[in-house]
Nanobody, 123 residues
Framework: QVQLVESGGGSVQAGGSLRLSCAAS????????MGWFRQAPGKEREEVAR???????RYADSVKGRFTISRDNAKNTLYLQMDSLRPEDTAMYYC?????????????????WGQGTQVTVSS
């Protein structure tokens, strides 16, 4: 049974930083396409970033240059380093995974999701 557990959320002032982690169990993330998503109250869920098993990454325009997605396959963990945080980054953040060795950026649906971790940025 695949489980993804996020941690690292919290409250921070604008301009601050947080590092989110997503620990996996029940599988190895080595061959997974992984992503971070977020959902703010009253808004649709949006993709923040994704990373292929071999390392290539893709970011939403709103976070480019401020967020960094990375993975440690040996630790079976996904990360999201968030710098220069803004109030509009406030949301519940979810990690997601899909077994996909190739074509990560073409994945349209992730079947494995964590429970989410709250990020709140105050001005």
């Amino acid at each position: 049974q695949v489980q993804l557990v996020e941690s690292g959320g919290g409250s921070v002032q604008a301009g601050g930083s947080l590092r989110l982690s997503c620990a996996a169990s029940g599988t190895t993330l080595r061959t997974y396409c992984m992503g971070w998503f977020r959902q703010a109250p009253g808004k649709e869920r949006e993709e923040v970033a994704r990373i292929a098993y071999s390392g290539p990454t893709r970011y939403a325009d709103s976070v480019k240059g401020r967020f960094t997605i990375s993975r440690d396959n040996a630790k079976n963990t996904l990360y999201l380093q968030m710098d220069s945080l803004r109030p509009e980054d406030t949301a519940m953040y979810y990690c997601a995974g899909e077994p996909q060795l190739w074509g990560c950026f073409s994945v349209s649906e992730f079947n494995y999701w964590g429970q989410g971790t709250q990020v709140t940025v105050s001005s």
